[in-house]
């Protein structure tokens, strides 16, 4: 069957804010501009997952009246904790000792979800077509090699590879630009950074997983416009992390887990670790006797500066967090995103009208308030490198002392999937049963997110050596796999005496922590069929 072609101006792969905002600058710019956004989930929104406390300043530029469009965003942070957790104690540092990029007295607690969303009603209205449930999974390039466009996904294959009755073929969506905005550990972007030698001379990427819970509290326990965020218990002082609670309206709050995924014990299951978290004094106090309402997961893209890869390439741009733009010390990616995105559209501008190549998109960025803040923000994860206390004394001697503006760049020296040891040489953790209450299980977790795929369709997590999880990665790190994913996609089991590696793809939750974490790179994640995945409402 022959695949349908469609022309565009400017394709645009991706729905969350950075691709949102280009699409918008876009039409903002020339209203005549033919543009596309694809969007892999079932709506826009439905696969965005965020903290989040939002900085106004790119929506302050991309739409100064957005209040009088009403934008969700609404709840004003009023009141901020910073706690250090023991095991059953807790300590509360003075929030006026925190550096200033720690601080969000300016900012809102919002639902990234409800303002790609509500960017997306605004897109529609200038004229952007936005196509959800259609997975760009191929890149399709020029007889010079500069990118073509991308061709959408395949409908209706069996597990086998065959056609089934309800066979669809992809569409080829061709545009004179390409903006890759796929979020985190994009495929595609991976892809591209690879083809076109994008992070040649940079430093590793780095990576977290993030989790995320909504939770319905006592109305006299909930202090809408509060922020807290803690270090420490129950990861030890060599472990990246710490978790947020973000008091939303509606006696809601966000509650959240970070882990950096260069953690060393294969034994340590983050998902656990956010569970045993919550039974600390300090948080338990608060949320209980309420209600868990959701759940969610997925990588944050922490490596800075240093590891951010060339975002231009022929016919192409790599944006967001697609490229790595998160301020990692502000634990803000949303503002910088969005930024990143309109300076996109600058440069198609541009080059549209001068004929220029690409490359100008380096120019405006490092001429930008973005790259003033990745900046000053480069030295605080490699930091964290030298343990905990290190990474905090060290953090405020650069943050505040120096304002980021030290005589030196400290180095990501490893990637993640290269940081874990033998599991004989790591104590094994003993992580306690969930009670349903204020802990749980991942079946149930995975439950919340509304996860679903297509039955019979091709395996989506694939694996380069199907052997390899048995014969090297069980035997040396107990097949972390089983540990690492949040939404228990893999198990080793075991049938006459033999044992299997089972990966159960209807739960993946689109996190993309295997594709990063994996020790020999042996898993990768590509695009489902269309609009599978979770279905996030309020996250």
Not at 135 to 159: C, F, H, R, W
Not at 496 to 524: A, G, L, R, W, Y
Request: charged share 25%.
């Amino acid at each position: 069957m022959p695949r349908e072609a469609m022309d565009y101006d400017v394709v645009i792969v991706g729905g969350g804010p950075s691709g949102l905002s280009t699409a918008i600058k876009l039409k903002q710019l020339d209203p005549e501009l033919n543009v596309c956004l694809l969007e892999k989930a079932s709506e826009i929104g439905a696969h965005i997952l965020s903290g989040n406390i939002f900085e106004t300043k790119a929506l302050d530029e991309l739409f100064p009246n957005w209040k009088e469009l009403n934008a969700p965003v609404k709840t004003k942070v009023t009141k901020e904790k910073f706690l250090f957790l023991g095991k059953t104690k807790s300590l509360s540092w003075p929030t006026w000792l925190l550096p200033s990029v720690q601080k969000n007295h300016k900012n809102y607690i919002i639902s990234l979800a409800n303002l790609c969303r509500w960017l997306a009603k605004q897109a529609e209205a200038l004229g952007v077509e936005i196509f959800p449930g259609f997975p760009a999974s191929e890149i399709l390039y020029n007889e010079d090699g500069s990118v073509k466009g991308v061709a959408t996904q395949d409908m209706g294959i069996d597990k086998e590879g065959k056609q089934k009755d309800n066979f669809e073929p992809g569409i080829d969506l061709l545009g004179k630009v390409t903006v890759f905005a796929e979020g985190c550990r994009g495929h595609l972007g991976k892809k591209l950074i690879e083809k076109f030698n994008l992070d040649e001379g940079k430093d590793p990427q780095q990576y977290g997983i993030g989790f995320k819970e909504i939770w319905e509290i006592d109305e006299k326990k909930h202090e809408e416009g509060m922020v807290m965020h803690t270090v420490g218990w129950p990861l030890d002082n060599n472990t990246y992390g710490g978790s947020f609670m973000y008091h939303a309206e509606n006696k809601q709050i966000f509650l959240g887990y970070v882990i950096g995924l260069d953690y060393k014990n294969p034994h340590l299951s983050p998902f656990d670790e956010f569970q045993r978290f919550k039974t600390h004094p300090s948080i338990k106090n608060i949320i209980e006797g309420g209600k868990r309402i959701s759940y969610g997961a997925r990588a944050l893209i922490e490596g800075g500066l240093q590891s951010l890869p060339k975002m231009f390439m022929p016919g192409a741009l790599l944006i967001g967090c697609d490229a790595g733009t998160l301020n990692m010390p502000k634990i803000k990616g949303s503002h910088t995103a969005m930024k990143t995105g309109m300076i996109a559209a600058d440069t198609i501008n541009y080059h549209f009208k001068h004929r220029d190549n690409l490359s100008v998109y380096e120019k405006l960025f490092k001429e930008s308030w973005v790259y003033k803040e990745l900046y000053r923000a480069r030295n605080v994860k490699p930091s964290f490198s030298w343990g905990l206390i290190l990474g905090i004394i060290f953090t405020g001697i650069d943050q505040i002392l120096f304002r980021g503006k030290l005589p030196l760049t400290l180095k990501h020296k490893h990637a993640d999937h290269e940081t874990l040891k033998s599991a004989n040489e790591m104590p094994k953790i003993d992580y306690p049963k969930p009670d349903g209450v204020i802990t749980f299980d991942k079946t149930s977790s995975v439950y919340l997110t509304g996860t679903n795929h297509e039955d019979n369709q091709p395996v989506h997590l694939q694996l380069k050596d199907s052997n390899l999880p048995i014969s090297y990665t069980l035997e040396k790190f107990d097949e972390p796999a089983q540990r690492y994913c949040p939404a228990g996609v893999y198990e080793i089991q075991r049938e006459n005496n033999i044992n299997k590696f089972v990966i159960n793809s209807q739960n993946c939750i689109h996190c993309k922590t295997c594709d990063i974490k994996e020790p020999s790179q042996n898993i990768t994640w590509v695009t489902p069929e269309g609009s599978g995945g979770p279905k996030y409402g309020n996250m």
